[in-house]
């Protein structure tokens, strides 16, 4: 099945602790992005991806880090949380955005941090 | 900044009526694409529109691109309780890299049964 994973769903960390939240997807797809989703702001890009070792800033890069080593994964780290940081984020994959394409999303990862 | 900007923020209307949103964009795309979202969950596909079409229906889904406006509409007809959810639009930008894919802030649909 065609899917797009995120772990893990819920976390709740203390501000300072590195953490991870991993996503991978099973289509090949070149294209990956993160966004955050919070109420009213709807989905505001950090970071994508169009290829391996290929990433960009999105609208709100800062306090977020990602790296893409292999086509299907494209973790997002966050180095040094903070309580702003507290949010709905979602991973995304496609093929070259271009390419009239669709966007297939994960299941979201709640982040709270105190 | 944002891309694509839906119009209204938030609907209201009874099972069986017809569900109007509308999105504006600010520059050239290749394709307008609008997606759904039930609440906390991941956006779903619905539907593409390439730049050269002006109109495109699927099921109940009616949607139209005006390119010299720079605006989109989705069109839900005779909706229902299930159709409650977010909608968003997603246009094609150019950035460094390529086309990147940008979202608006959503309109949220509620059908009241």
């Known amino acids: 099945e065609a899917q797009v994973t995120q772990n893990p769903r819920y976390l709740i960390t203390v501000t300072g602790k590195k953490l991870t939240v991993t996503c991978s997807q099973n289509m090949n797809h070149e294209y990956m992005s993160w966004y955050r989703q919070d109420p009213g702001l709807g989905l505001r890009q950090i970071y994508y991806?169009?290829?391996?070792?290929?990433?960009d800033k999105g609208d709100v890069p800062e306090g977020y880090k990602v790296s893409r080593k292999e086509k299907r994964n494209f973790p997002l780290i966050l180095e040094s949380p903070s309580p702003n940081q507290t949010s709905l984020y979602f991973c995304?994959?496609?093929?070259?955005?271009?390419?009239?394409?669709?966007?297939?999303f994960g299941q979201g990862t709640r982040l709270t941090v105190v | 900044s944002q891309q694509g900007e839906e119009d209204p923020q938030a609907l209201s209307i009874q099972e069986g009526e017809n569900a109007t949103m509308n999105c504006s964009y600010k520059t050239s795309i290749n394709n307008l694409q609008w997606y759904r979202q039930n609440s906390g969950r991941g956006l779903v596909h619905l539907i593409l529109i390439r730049s050269n079409e002006r109109e495109k229906h699927s099921g109940r889904l009616r949607v139209t691109l005006d390119t010299s406006k720079k605006s989109s509409s989705l069109l839900i007809t005779a909706s229902r309780a299930a159709d409650t959810a977010s909608y968003f639009c997603a246009t094609d930008r150019r950035d460094n890299y390529g086309q990147n894919f940008v979202f608006g802030p959503g309109t949220r649909l509620s059908v009241l049964p």
């Open positions: 995304a994959s496609s093929l070259y955005p271009g390419t009239n394409t669709e966007a297939f």
């Open positions: 991806s169009m290829n391996v070792e290929v990433t």
